[in-house]
């Protein structure tokens, strides 16, 4: 895709803010969800970028989200709270007219089904009809894993070893028919040129193909 077309699609996001985007990016830790997230979101503009590895537990509003959640769901697992803030900053993003993308694992198909039902359900209650794409990356374990080491070795984030085999072992592609109607899916090689990937799903999003 040229620069042209790019800017073409970028004016024609300006025209056609009425339903929100919700995008879900799978794919085991070191497959690149984030790279390609990030790379999306600079070309969408107006993103709501959500994502467990980045968020500040440290920082005053994830606290005081959670303390609030503590006093509301006294008995809610602790291990909860991470993804009930990121769904809390999804719905703000569509009171606020953002787009959503949301970039974790979801090894857990029905964790998938379940949010993409919670953030339709909120949608609908503004009169919204958000536009939901999941987005698969494949890529090698072996590769994936590689990754994840030389970005551990450098301080970045990522699971341990044994912590990754885990994830090897509940996670799995989907496909367009396991999904519910309306969904857009797509599967992009993780280990293919992140340029030609993030370019693909640009314009396959814009041009409302693959749905």
């Known amino acids: 895709m040229s620069e042209s077309e790019l800017r073409l699609g970028r004016e024609k996001e300006g025209l056609d803010r009425r339903n929100p985007r919700i995008i879900f990016i799978r794919g085991l830790p070191g497959s ?10 600079s070309l969408l503009g107006n993103v709501s970028l959500l994502d467990p590895d ?12 959670v303390s609030v959640l503590r006093e509301s769901f006294p008995s809610l697992d602790p291990r909860y709270f991470p993804y009930r803030f990121l769904l809390h900053k999804a719905r703000r993003a569509l009171t606020q007219g953002r787009d959503v993308i949301w970039c974790q694992p979801f090894s857990d198909k029905q964790g998938l089904l379940d949010t993409i039902e919670a953030l339709g359900n909120y949608a609908s209650g503004m009169n919204l009809k958000p536009d939901v794409t999941i987005i698969d990356i494949g890529v090698n374990p072996d590769t994936a894993l590689s990754r994840v080491r030389a970005r551990r070795s450098n301080g970045g984030h990522g699971p341990d070893e044994e912590s990754f085999r885990n994830f090897v072992g509940r996670f799995c592609l989907l ?10 899916y797509l599967y992009i090689n993780g280990e ?6 993030v370019c693909f799903v640009y314009g396959t999003i814009v041009g409302g193909k693959g749905k």
């Open 192 to 197: 293919g040129d992140i340029g030609e990937n």
């Open 54 to 65: 980045h968020i500040d537990h440290n920082g005053v509003e994830y606290n005081d989200f």
């Open 32 to 41: 690149g969800k984030s790279t390609l997230a990030q790379e999306l979101a």
């Open 175 to 184: 496909s367009e028919n396991s999904l519910p109607p309306g969904c857009r």
